[in-house]
C-alpha cells in the first residue's frame, strides 16, 4: 500500500514552453501533497505544500506564477512548471501524506526535467 | 538558520557489519523524524520514523535513535546489504500544523561485498 505515481517519469522540453507533472496517490486518500525539488548530489527542497480544494502554500523564494499547483482531489496534485528556463531543471518529487496516518508521507518517483 | 544536517557526508562499510547513519538538528520544537533511503534516480523511500515523545524505535533491521537532550538522531541498519547502499536523509517536521518535512544533507552508505 502507499503508492504514490508520478507522471512523466522523464521529460525533455524548449525553453519557453510549460511542462505539466502530474502526482497521483494510488490506494490510499491524500489530503496533503507536497513538491519538491532536488538537484543533483543535493538534499530535496520543498516548493509548496498543496491542500485539497485550496490554494497552495509556496516556501519563501518560491515563483507561484511560475509553479503552478493545482489539487483537485484527494488521489491527483499536478505541477505546472511556466515558460520553463533551462536552470528549470531538476528532479521533480511530490510526496502524499496519508489522511489516516500521523505525518507519514510516501514520495513519487519523481521526473527528470530537462529544458533545453 | 536552523537546519537539519549530517556528521558525515560519505559512510562505507562491509557486508555483514552494521551501520550508523547520524544527523544533528537544531530545532527543538520538531517533533517528529523520518529516515528516507534515496537510490539513484528515484524517489525516496520510507524508512522508519519516531515521534519525538520516543527515544527508539525498532523496525526490520534498522533502529532509531533520538536524543532530544542533545538533538541527534542516528539510523542503525544491522548487517548491512549492498542493496542497502543509497542516500539516507533524515527529516524533521518542525511546524506540527502544516506537517512539511525539512531534509537534511544526506549520507551516503556505501557497503563493500
Known amino acids: 500500500g502507499a503508492v504514490v505515481s508520478q507522471h512523466p517519469s522523464r521529460v525533455i522540453c524548449k525553453s519557453g514552453t510549460s511542462v505539466k507533472i502530474e502526482c497521483r496517490s494510488l490506494?490510499?486518500?491524500?489530503?496533503?501533497m507536497f513538491w519538491y525539488r532536488q538537484f543533483p548530489k543535493q538534499s530535496l527542497m520543498l516548493m509548496a505544500t498543496s491542500n485539497e480544494g485550496s490554494k497552495a502554500t509556496y516556501e519563501q523564494g518560491v515563483e507561484k506564477d511560475k509553479f503552478l499547483i493545482n489539487h483537485a482531489s484527494l488521489t491527483l496534485s499536478t505541477l505546472t512548471v511556466t515558460s520553463a528556463h533551462p536552470e528549470d531543471s531538476s528532479f521533480y518529487i511530490c510526496?502524499?501524506?496519508?489522511?489516516?496516518?500521523?505525518?507519514?508521507?510516501?514520495f513519487g518517483p519523481g521526473t527528470r526535467l530537462t529544458v533545453l | 538558520g536552523e537546519s537539519v544536517g549530517l556528521h558525515l557526508p560519505t559512510l562505507s562499510v562491509q557486508e555483514g557489519d552494521n551501520s550508523i547513519i547520524n544527523c544533528a538538528y537544531s530545532n527543538s520544537a520538531s517533533d517528529y523524524f523520518i529516515w528516507y533511503k534515496q537510490e539513484s534516480g528515484k524517489g525516496p523511500q520510507f524508512i522508519i520514523d519516531i515521534r519525538s515523545n520516543m527515544d527508539k524505535r525498532q523496525g526490520q533491521r534498522v533502529t532509531v535513535l533520538l536524543n532530544k537532550t542533545v538533538k541527534h538522531l542516528s539510523l542503525q541498519i544491522a548487517a548491512t546489504q549492498p542493496g542497502d547502499s543509497a542516500v539516507y536523509f533524515c527529516a524533521e517536521n518542525r511546524s506540527p500544523g502544516r506537517r512539511a518535512l525539512t531534509f537534511g544533507s544526506g549520507t551516503r552508505l556505501q557497503v563493500q561485498p
Open positions: 510526496s502524499a501524506r496519508w489522511l489516516a496516518g500521523y505525518n507519514e508521507q510516501f
Open positions: 490506494d490510499f486518500q491524500a489530503t496533503t
